[in-house]
């Protein structure tokens, strides 16, 4: 029903986290200082418009030989263990 639609995005980026499920609701797992100018931000943001190529986090409902990787992921298996 909204596919012929414009779509915008708004975003609220917090540098220096790493979760355990690589979005803000999972164990925080690693934490640092991020030293970088609002130039470098810009690039690596722009960097993202286009086609990309990316490897979903474990913990997404993407299906996998019809489980859900949250659900394989749940289950301690991980990536490498996964065919695709």
């Known amino acids: 029903m909204l596919t012929d639609k414009k779509k915008e995005y ?8 790493e ?22 931000f810009r690039e690596a943001v722009l960097s993202f418009i286009g ?9 997404s409902a993407l299906k996998v030989d019809g489980k859900k990787l949250y659900e394989l992921a749940r289950e301690g298996k ?3 263990m996964i065919s695709r």
């Open 10 to 17: 708004i975003a609220t980026f917090e540098l220096g986290k």
């Open 19 to 40: 979760t355990d499920t690589q979005d803000i609701w999972g164990n925080l797992i690693c934490e640092k200082e991020v030293d970088i100018t609002e130039e470098q």
């Open 51 to 59: 086609d990309i190529e990316q490897i979903p986090p474990m913990y």
């Open 78 to 80: 991980e990536q490498s």
